[in-house]
């Protein structure tokens, strides 16, 4: 079974196990070979499940980004994903880890902040024929700079670099797609 398949039939599982539960249904994207997003509406906010696939370790790490899928899909789809209700799918922070990672998380959304501005002045105009470059150049810059950042060591350098090569895209979607890409790999929540 190829990557492809293994992530399109994990989030299929998850679909129906969130159908059996009475959830709402999320929104499938499959972003690179080794991760899949899964999206969920809920009260009038999008919320991600970024689901990335070890190969090597042939286990799933999920990344939740709001405390609504922390307290209620997360409980729902853990035994699905390897970990079991009795524990925590979360490791407990201590007080000074916590803080370190905040300021991590920090200086990561400062990095992206021009490129989400942006993507936030172009998306009027997400529908007309209007060149979207800066978006990917911004957070190409940003990927740039956090390779170079000792504090951003912990990220998956292979990833970046793969990102950064990648060409720019003139397109709305695909140049909101190539940043959110960007966002997931660095743990960013927006």
Same mark, same amino acid.
């Given at each position: ?24 249904? *999320?929104?499938?994207? !499959? ?7 899964? !999206? ?47 524990? *925590?799918? #979360? ?20 990095? #992206? ?20 470059? !800066? ?36 397109? #709305? ?18």
């Amino acid at each position: 079974m190829s990557n492809q398949e293994l992530l399109q039939t994990k989030a299929e599982q998850i679909c129906a196990c969130c159908a059996e539960v009475g959830l709402p249904q *999320p929104v499938v994207r !499959i972003v690179s070979d080794y991760a899949v997003n899964l !999206i969920w509406h809920h009260e009038g906010k999008n919320h991600t499940l970024s689901l990335n696939w070890s190969p090597n370790h042939q286990k799933w790490t999920p990344v939740p980004n709001t405390d609504w899928l922390k307290q209620e899909v997360m409980p729902a789809i853990a035994s699905m994903l390897g970990a079991s209700t009795a524990q *925590p799918v #979360f490791p407990i922070r201590t007080q000074q880890k916590t803080a370190e990672l905040t300021e991590t998380e920090h200086l990561l959304q400062l990095y #992206f902040a021009d490129a989400c501005d942006s993507l936030k002045r172009l998306e009027p105009f997400a529908q007309d024929n209007v060149d979207c470059r !800066i978006v990917c150049r911004r957070a190409r810059e940003a990927l740039e700079r956090i390779l170079d950042d000792p504090a951003c060591t912990h990220l998956d350098r292979v990833a970046l670099l793969s990102l950064c090569s990648r060409p720019d895209r003139s397109d #709305f979607s695909g140049a909101k797609e190539y940043l959110t890409q960007c966002l997931t790999l660095c743990n960013i929540i927006n």
